[in-house]
């Protein structure tokens, strides 16, 4: 039977809008940084019969019976977590990322502790203590920006507002920033004030764990990040932190926040850290950086502003507006073009959240296709001709046609 069989027999609207997103995924180019594709055994065990099993309590103390092959399948993502990032202690428990650091905050802190985070409108993240989460209600925070000409975090702000504050937590770790981050600076800053140190590295996780971006696992108390974007496993989440902090955060997860894990998401975390420990896998973690940083190099050529100059890692924040056009306009009429991003809030946008200057693109779904600078460079041009001609239908389905041809050259992995 073929992939969707089982879903057309019973379900053929699903099973048709599946076979459509499968023909997107193949069609057009992916450049919103935090998607990817996975293996496909990763899908596989995504969708396997580890679905059917609850799981409450940890390896050895589950609450239910029947955990001998549960215990084995989460016992290896831990170990081969501890083994591809260099972690005391591993939790692969939460659901996503979003409630990984929901679970930190539990399991560390008190309803009105001081958060010290980097700003969402400067590339932060909600969970990070944002007004309308319930991080930013619960706890009290502040944000730190970049500076407004270089658009790198200003850590002397970073240290500054430590001293003013004396925050409970700081966080470092980005969804929008296009630089290396300083683990270290911002654990010297961490240790000064007496805050724990908690690195979100959902983004580059992967870059991380390939050896293309420096770890924070030496640096922080806690180290939260998603197991999809760059990492290239299933939709999850992942908790690193210092044994001594163990038993908090494993209280914050569970029974804090959460009852039982996802098994088929454990399962298939287990075969994407496999993958990651492999030796190509540095080779695609390095190849996305080299391809982001050409993918720069293209659209500078093009007078395309670009936030911070560059890039070190996986994505890009391009300010429009030099350009005349809004970020959501120019992400609709590239779209339409075969060439999906995110319009995106720039550092000191002065226009609204839904309607920003800017769009976020990323490589690492191209790389992971096996696309290289060549194809990085085309893909700049398109870009500048599907902005410039934001309203000419003809030119934009032009340009479609020769990125699903682009795409024909390069399968998508997995599907």
Same mark, same amino acid.
Not at 23 to 30: A, E, G, M, S, T
Not at 49 to 61: F, I
Not at 98 to 111: F, H, K, R, T
Not at 295 to 323: E, I, P, R
């Given at each position: 039977?073929?992939?969707?069989?089982?879903?057309?027999?019973?379900?053929?609207?699903?099973?048709? %809008?599946?076979?459509?997103?499968i023909?997107?995924?193949?069609?057009?180019?992916?450049?919103?940084?935090?998607?990817?594709?996975?293996?496909?055994?990763?899908?596989?065990?995504?969708?396997? =019969?580890?679905?059917?099993?609850?799981?409450?309590?940890?390896?050895?103390?589950?609450?239910?019976?029947?955990?001998?092959?549960?215990?084995?399948?989460e016992?290896?993502?831990?170990?081969?977590?501890?083994?591809?990032?260099?972690?005391?202690?591993?939790?692969?428990?939460?659901? /996503?990322?979003?409630?990984?650091n929901? +679970?930190?905050?539990?399991? %560390?802190?008190?309803?009105?502790?001081?958060?010290?985070?980097?700003?969402?409108?400067?590339?932060?993240?909600?969970?990070h203590?944002?007004?309308?989460?319930?991080?930013?209600?619960?706890?009290?925070?502040?944000?730190?920006?970049?500076?407004?000409?270089?658009k790198?975090?200003?850590?002397?702000?970073?240290?500054?507002?430590?001293?003013?504050?004396?925050?409970? %937590?700081?966080?470092?770790?980005?969804?929008?920033?296009?630089?290396?981050?300083?683990?270290?600076?911002?654990?010297?800053?961490?240790?000064?004030?007496?805050?724990?140190?908690?690195?979100?590295? +959902?983004?580059?996780?992967?870059?991380?764990?390939?050896?293309?971006?420096?770890?924070?696992?030496?640096?922080?108390?806690?180290?939260?990040?998603?197991?999809?974007?760059?990492?290239?496993?299933?939709?999850?989440?992942?908790?690193?932190?210092?044994?001594?902090?163990?038993?908090?955060?494993?209280?914050?997860?569970?029974?804090?926040?959460?009852?039982?894990?996802?098994?088929?998401?454990?399962?298939?975390?287990?075969?994407?850290?496999?993958?990651?420990?492999?030796?190509?896998?540095?080779?695609?973690?390095?190849?996305?950086v080299?391809?982001?940083? +050409?993918? +720069?190099?293209?659209?500078?050529?093009?007078?395309?502003?670009?936030? /911070?100059?560059?890039?070190?890692?996986?994505?890009l924040?391009?300010?429009?507006?030099?350009?005349?056009?809004?970020?959501?306009?120019?992400?609709?009429?590239?779209?339409?073009?075969?060439?999906? =991003?995110n319009?995106?809030?720039?550092?000191?946008?002065?226009?609204?959240p839904?309607?920003?200057?800017?769009?976020?693109?990323?490589?690492?779904?191209?790389?992971?296709?096996?696309?290289?600078?060549?194809?990085?460079?085309?893909?700049?041009?398109?870009?500048?001709?599907?902005?410039?001609?934001?309203?000419?239908?003809t030119?934009?389905?032009?340009?479609?046609? /020769?990125?699903?041809?682009?795409?024909?050259?390069?399968?998508?992995?997995?599907?």
């Amino acid at each position: 039977m073929t992939d969707n069989a089982h879903i057309r027999a019973v379900d053929p609207d699903v099973a048709n %809008l599946i076979d459509q997103e499968i023909q997107r995924q193949r069609d057009v180019l992916r450049l919103i940084p935090s998607e990817n594709y996975a293996s496909a055994a990763v899908l596989q065990a995504t969708g396997s =019969c580890l679905t059917n099993k609850y799981s409450e309590g940890y390896v050895g103390r589950r609450y239910y019976q029947g955990q001998d092959y549960i215990d084995g399948i989460e016992g290896l993502a831990i170990q081969r977590a501890k083994e591809l990032f260099g972690a005391e202690h591993v939790n692969v428990q939460p659901y /996503s990322g979003s409630p990984a650091n929901l +679970a930190v905050y539990l399991g %560390l802190l008190n309803p009105g502790d001081g958060i010290l985070s980097m700003s969402l409108p400067h590339g932060g993240h909600l969970t990070h203590g944002w007004k309308v989460t319930i991080s930013g209600q619960y706890f009290n925070a502040v944000q730190y920006g970049v500076d407004k000409d270089s658009k790198r975090i200003d850590m002397d702000q970073v240290a500054a507002m430590a001293r003013e504050h004396k925050p409970k %937590l700081i966080i470092c770790g980005a969804s929008a920033y296009p630089r290396i981050i300083d683990f270290a600076a911002f654990a010297e800053i961490a240790k000064e004030v007496g805050a724990y140190l908690l690195a979100d590295i +959902a983004h580059i996780s992967g870059l991380v764990a390939g050896g293309a971006h420096p770890s924070p696992v030496p640096y922080a108390d806690v180290v939260s990040t998603t197991t999809h974007k760059t990492l290239r496993g299933p939709r999850g989440g992942m908790l690193m932190c210092k044994s001594k902090h163990a038993k908090a955060i494993d209280r914050g997860v569970f029974p804090g926040l959460q009852g039982g894990p996802h098994n088929h998401t454990t399962g298939a975390l287990a075969i994407a850290l496999k993958e990651a420990l492999q030796p190509e896998f540095r080779d695609y973690a390095a190849q996305t950086v080299r391809n982001c940083q +050409a993918l +720069a190099d293209g659209l500078l050529t093009h007078d395309f502003d670009l936030v /911070s100059g560059g890039t070190d890692n996986h994505l890009l924040l391009v300010d429009l507006s030099n350009k005349n056009i809004s970020g959501k306009i120019a992400a609709k009429a590239l779209e339409k073009a075969g060439i999906v =991003c995110n319009a995106n809030s720039v550092p000191f946008d002065t226009r609204k959240p839904f309607d920003p200057s800017g769009i976020r693109i990323g490589t690492p779904a191209l790389t992971s296709r096996g696309m290289g600078p060549d194809e990085m460079h085309q893909l700049a041009d398109w870009i500048n001709s599907a902005i410039n001609l934001p309203d000419d239908e003809t030119a934009l389905s032009e340009i479609a046609r /020769s990125v699903k041809a682009l795409c024909d050259q390069f399968p998508a992995p997995g599907i």
